[in-house]
């Protein structure tokens, strides 16, 4: 380790991810891993879910290990059509090396389809599982844009999270 770092050593880490997809008809729609009935869903890069992939990037970003994009590149079969919750997988244990783990996730997902209010406590305890946390240390937030969109329609996520160090 860097010696200027040391004196940061078991401070928590805060970590900032976004994400944003175009909306398509007909493309199944999934958001922190959950499938969600909807007549469009997001295109893009593996199964589109924007949450998963702010998620991501908040967590890389809190332990200085740059992005989904540069560690997961969809050029590499390995990461080609596999389900975002591979990449939180992966990141986990990326984290997990780093003597890194969560301890808190707050998330705003910007969706005027498909409504989020029925799926919001089926998201938060997905996310519970697959990070290890309990449901009260992940929140989410719906939020429209109140019918003032005037391009494309899409999906936007920004998520926030809290790391701490544990060096045994
Ligand atoms: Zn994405």
């Not at 959950?34 to 893009?44: N, Y």
């Not at 059509?81 to 990141?91: A, D, K, M, N, Y």
Request: hydrophobic share 35%; with cysteine; proline share 7%.
């Amino acid at each position: 380790m860097n010696p200027k770092e040391t004196f940061l050593t078991g401070l928590p880490r805060i970590g900032l991810g976004w994400d944003l997809h175009r909306l398509a008809k007909g493309r199944e729609c999934i958001l922190g891993g959950i499938e969600i009935p909807c007549p469009v869903g997001p295109i893009g890069h593996s199964d589109a879910d924007v949450l998963l992939h702010a998620l991501c990037d908040a967590l890389l970003g809190a332990a200085g290990m740059d992005d989904l994009g540069t560690l997961f590149p969809d050029t590499e079969s390995q990461w080609q059509g596999v389900p975002s919750t591979r990449f939180l997988e992966e990141t986990l244990r990326l984290l997990k090396q780093q003597g890194l783990r969560p301890l808190s996730v707050d998330a705003v997902l910007r969706c005027d389809r498909p409504k989020l209010q029925p799926h919001r406590r089926a998201i938060r305890e997905h996310l519970s599982q697959l990070l290890s946390l309990p449901v009260s240390r992940i929140n989410l937030k719906g939020k429209t844009l109140e019918g003032s969109q005037t391009g494309p329609e899409t999906l936007e996520a920004q998520v926030i999270v809290l790391l701490e160090e544990r060096r045994e």
